[in-house]
Structures are given as structure tokens and as C-alpha cells.
């Protein structure tokens, strides 16, 4: 019985094919082979996304390929380092809100693959659409985080009506954002690491948290450029350099860091941040340069 139903449906496939037998054998290895090669390319093929972020309007989930990434931190350390070789070295480039390139290329280097950007710094954003999401803007992917008062999707939210303008404008811009869940369990690694509830303790969570968890996530390797380490601003004789580097005669870094430090509310609490980068640093593969980190 089994060979009459395989010598039947030989018939009816050379039948119906119209192809000669020997074509369909050439297909059959085709396909097999090519079910192989696919199936050797698991970074490309099989990319995962991350549901955390999604994107402004259609909420698919962000998908981000990076080997090596570079964090070009947006403080003022970075000036005169000329890191830009290293820095556009890796397989990703990260920078954070609206942080310049053109005029500091020596320094920060010139290539932007992602942005973490803070629901604050949108404004900065959709007020020159051309220069960050116009011609080339879908080389940079954009994630923004913010509070879910500001990125609710209903209409109230008034960051992501911006955000949703700009996609509507910009359709190959590519925007995300941060979800409620994912806001909260960043919140729940502030817990976890500092032992403080947030927001019972006043603080604002940095955009170099946001973006360090998300490279956890994304980057096999982490190449922090320009952040300080906890103790930098109690060190003696330390570099005094503007809060960002893109605003010269700004307050100094570590005036800045620590106002915020002691603020009893809305500051952000650098300083606690970078010593739990530190111990991230410790279970994932994170360097620091300019100024380096010793870490042990
Ligand atoms: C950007 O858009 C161009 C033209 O539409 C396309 O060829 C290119 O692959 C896109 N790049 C990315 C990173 O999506
Ligand atoms: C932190 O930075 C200061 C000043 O650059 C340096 O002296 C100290 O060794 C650094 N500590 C670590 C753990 O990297």
C-alpha cells in the first residue's frame, strides 16, 4: 500500500509541476540547502526583539543588532580625548538626548546607531525634525523613556504626541518607546541596588541608567566614553569640565552632581548611580574610559 500511495503522488507531482523529474530533485536539494545556511545565521535570522520598547505608532518591539557598543556619555570629560577612533570602532554607537556631533567629531565621533533620550529632551528633538529625523534619519534609532503621564498613547500624553507628529511626518524615523512595565522595573533595579524606593526618596532615575540597562540587554560588550566613577568628584585635584560638553561655561560636573545628589527632590542621583555601575560592571562585560575605571 505504501508504495502504490508514493508511486501515486510521484504522478500527480511530475504531473502537475510540468516540470521534468530531475528539475524537482535540483529544487528539493535547493530548498534544503538553503533551509541550512538560513538556519546558520542565528543573529540575522532570528533576531530578538525587545518588547520593553516599542515603537511610536505601530508598538512592534525594538530590534537592535550590536556586538560591541560605544556609550558616548554626554558629559564634558570627553573634550580634548579625541576618542573618536575608538568610539566609531564598535558595531553600535549610543549617545544620549540631543548631544552634537557636528563640531565635536574629534572627540565624540560622528556616527549615532541609537539615542536614549529622555521624555524631557524631546522638545530639544522635534524642535529640528530635519537634522534628527529628516534625509539619513533612519540610521538612528531613538528610545525614549519617560513617565507614563507624559508617554501615554490615548492622546494625553503630550511626549508621545510629539513623538507620533514626528513618525507622521518622518515615516522612516524610528522611534520607541520606553513601556510602562519597562519604566518600572527600572525603578525596581533602583530598589534592588540601592535599597531606596525611588520614588519615596525624591529622585529621577538618569538617562545613563535608562541607557545602561537597555545595553545590558542589547550590547555584548559595553564601552562607556566620558562618565566618572563615584568617587571622582571627592578625588584630589579633579578635572573641572562643563556638565555637557555641549555647553561650554555651563556649571561644572561635579557642582552639578552633587546638587543633585543632596536635592531633597527632583534630582537625580548620579553618584549612586555610577557606584551600581560598578558592580554592573562586575556581571557584565562594562568598561569605562576617560577618565578609566579600576575595576577589580
Ligand atoms: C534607511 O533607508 C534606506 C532607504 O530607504 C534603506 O536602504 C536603508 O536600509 C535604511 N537603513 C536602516 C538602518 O534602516
Ligand atoms: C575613580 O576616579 C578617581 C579619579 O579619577 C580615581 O583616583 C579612582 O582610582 C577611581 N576609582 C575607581 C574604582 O576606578
Known amino acids: 500500500?505504501?508504495?502504490?500511495?508514493?508511486?501515486?503522488?510521484?504522478?500527480?507531482?511530475?504531473?502537475?509541476?510540468?516540470?521534468?523529474?530531475?528539475q524537482l530533485l535540483t529544487l528539493l536539494g535547493q530548498g534544503i540547502s538553503g533551509w541550512w545556511s538560513f538556519s546558520q545565521q542565528p543573529h540575522e535570522a532570528f533576531q530578538a526583539g525587545h518588547p520593553g520598547y516599542v515603537s511610536v505608532p505601530k508598538q512592534e518591539p525594538l530590534k537592535l543588532q550590536c556586538d560591541v557598543c560605544s556609550v558616548v556619555s554626554s558629559s564634558g570629560q570627553i573634550l580634548g580625548r579625541e576618542a573618536a577612533p575608538e568610539i566609531?570602532?564598535?558595531?553600535?554607537?549610543?549617545?544620549?538626548?540631543?548631544?552634537?556631533i557636528r563640531g565635536f567629531e574629534r572627540d565624540v565621533g560622528s556616527r549615532t546607531d541609537l539615542r536614549v533620550v529622555s521624555h524631557t529632551s524631546v522638545p530639544l528633538l522635534v524642535q529640528k525634525p530635519q537634522h534628527f529625523?529628516?534625509?539619513?534619519?533612519?540610521?538612528?534609532?531613538y528610545v525614549v523613556w519617560g513617565p507614563l503621564r507624559n508617554m501615554r498613547g490615548d492622546g494625553k500624553g503630550v511626549v508621545y504626541n510629539m513623538l507620533r507628529q514626528a513618525a507622521e511626518n518622518y515615516p522612516h524615523a524610528r522611534i520607541y518607546i520606553t513601556t510602562e512595565e519597562r519604566m518600572n522595573y527600572c525603578d525596581t533595579m533602583f530598589k534592588k541596588e540601592t535599597g531606596k524606593d525611588r520614588i519615596q526618596s525624591g529622585s529621577y532615575l538618569s538617562t545613563?541608567?535608562?541607557?545602561l540597562i537597555l545595553a545590558m540587554d542589547v550590547c555584548k560588550e559595553i564601552r562607556v566614553y566620558g562618565m566618572i566613577n563615584n568617587t571622582y568628584c571627592r578625588s584630589e585635584g579633579y578635572r573641572k569640565v562643563p556638565y555637557h560638553y555641549y555647553e561650554a561655561g555651563s556649571?561644572?560636573?561635579?557642582?552639578?552632581?552633587?546638587?543633585?545628589?543632596?536635592?531633597?527632590?527632583?534630582?537625580?542621583?548620579?553618584?549612586?548611580?555610577?557606584?551600581?555601575?560598578a558592580k554592573w560592571a562586575k556581571t557584565h562585560l562594562i568598561k569605562f574610559f576617560y577618565p578609566e575605571w579600576q575595576l577589580s
Open 88 to 100: 566609531d570602532h564598535a558595531s553600535c554607537v549610543w549617545r544620549m538626548n540631543n548631544a552634537p
Open 1 to 22: 500500500i505504501g508504495l502504490v500511495v508514493a508511486v501515486f503522488l510521484f504522478v500527480v507531482v511530475v504531473k502537475f509541476s510540468e516540470k521534468p523529474c530531475f
Open 208 to 211: 545613563g541608567w535608562f541607557t
Open 251 to 277: 556649571r561644572d560636573e561635579c557642582a552639578e552632581y552633587l546638587l543633585h545628589e543632596s536635592a531633597p527632590y527632583g534630582g537625580h542621583r548620579f553618584i549612586t548611580e555610577k557606584a551600581v555601575f
Open 133 to 141: 529625523f529628516g534625509r539619513r534619519g533612519n540610521e538612528t534609532a
